[in-house]
């Protein structure tokens, strides 16, 4: 298995344009989660689905931030507009629901740089 | 609110020593407790699962305990060297939730030769 897939590798832009991040989930997998990687923050969920369903955005920053499963093997995570603030590592990772040890297998991430 | 706690300062030990990384949490009751590895540049990667009803667990070099009294995990390597070198997060998971997982900040361990 290819693993969890996420694209571009890096993004740099400029305030105000819009960002799109990708994700390809380990296929068989029911629970996708897009997390936010910063050195004052840390790892912070932004948010996950299940079955393809949002099932808790509480951790989108503001309504600049939206994320869809439109199928089980690809999620988007957009911003827009974005700004300087939101320069972060990006995460994707997926995991089987209901599975016991339920771990999340992560992507490589996504460098994002907004000037 | 909950909240994960894990030593924010860089742990540094020699190589063949011990090294051992806290995790301790609050306002959580979870079923189990899981720790990841993170390296410069990569996702985090799985490395250990304890669940409530588990004292201790033990993977090759790794060892974790799980005090739900205290509210802390321990995670331990033995005969530690250099490779152990990253970050290692912990993320407690409750039984009531639905999936939701949340990290601690992580502590960057250094293993010198």
């Known amino acids: 298995d290819a693993g969890v897939i996420q694209s571009p590798r890096h993004e740099v832009t400029e305030m105000g344009q819009e960002v799109t991040l990708r994700c390809k989930p380990i296929s068989g997998h029911n629970s996708l989660f897009w997390y936010r990687q910063t050195m004052m923050r840390g790892l912070e969920l932004l948010i996950y689905f299940n079955n393809n369903v949002p099932i808790d955005d509480s951790g989108m920053p503001e309504d600049r931030f939206s994320a869809k499963m439109p199928n089980a093997s690809f999620s988007t995570l957009k911003i827009q507009p974005s700004e300087p603030r939101d320069s972060a590592v990006y995460f994707c990772a997926s995991s089987f629901r209901g599975q016991p040890n339920e771990k999340l297998f992560f992507g490589s991430g996504t460098q994002l740089s907004v000037l | 609110s909950q909240k994960i706690e894990q030593n924010s300062e860089a742990l540094n030990i020699q190589e063949g020593k011990t090294a051992t990384l806290t995790c301790n949490y609050t306002?959580?009751?979870?079923?189990?407790l899981q720790w990841y590895r993170q390296d410069p540049g990569r996702g985090p990667v799985f490395l250990l699962l304890?669940?409530?009803?588990?004292k201790e667990k033990r993977k090759e070099r790794l060892k974790v305990t799980f005090d739900t009294t205290l509210k802390q995990s321990l995670f331990h390597i033995t005969a530690s060297q250099p490779a152990d070198s990253a970050t290692y997060l912990c993320a407690p998971r409750g039984s009531s939730n639905t999936g939701k997982l949340i990290f601690g900040q992580g502590t960057t361990l250094q293993v010198k030769p």
């Open positions: 304890i669940r409530e009803n588990e």
């Open positions: 306002n959580y009751s979870p079923a189990y």
